[in-house]
């Protein structure tokens, strides 16, 4: 049998409401943020899995402690599951980031996967990090 994987993304951020760019910066869940991880752990609660990884940041390990609650199980926290750094642009919002860093912006929408945002790092760096 093989391996099964769930991806479960934090719940939402105060950046997240306000449209503001988030990668490593650790910014805590909302109200709304904590309504969504208990709907994850709603959900997942029937799913047996042994392993419960997430990054260091507070509202991953606050949203794999939700969906730990019926688990009991060791939650493994790694650095290397950090999001990506967006540098300079950490909580900035799409509108400004074009402004100030417009070609920087353009040529990172265009190939994120090889292009950084200012002061961050590649698709392909994250990759790599967390694998």
């Not at 709304?32 to 042994?50: C, E, I, N, P, T």
């Not at 950090?82 to 265009?110: P, S, T, V």
Request: include cysteine.
């Amino acid at each position: 049998m093989g391996i099964k994987l769930f991806l479960i993304r934090h719940g939402q951020t105060l950046w997240n409401k306000d449209g503001r760019y988030q990668g490593d910066k650790d910014i805590g869940l909302t109200r709304v943020g904590f309504k969504q991880a208990r709907l994850a752990a709603k959900y997942l609660s029937k799913v047996d899995f042994s392993n419960i990884y997430s990054s260091l940041l507070r509202r991953a390990i606050d949203t794999a402690n939700i969906i730990n609650k019926t688990k009991n199980l060791k939650i493994i926290a790694r650095e290397n599951l950090k999001e990506i750094n967006f540098g300079k642009w950490e909580g900035m919002k799409f509108d400004q980031i074009n402004r100030m860093f417009h070609d920087d912006y353009q040529n990172w929408l265009a190939d994120p996967y090889n292009n950084c945002p200012t002061g961050g790092e590649s698709f392909k760096q994250v990759k790599e990090r967390a694998v």
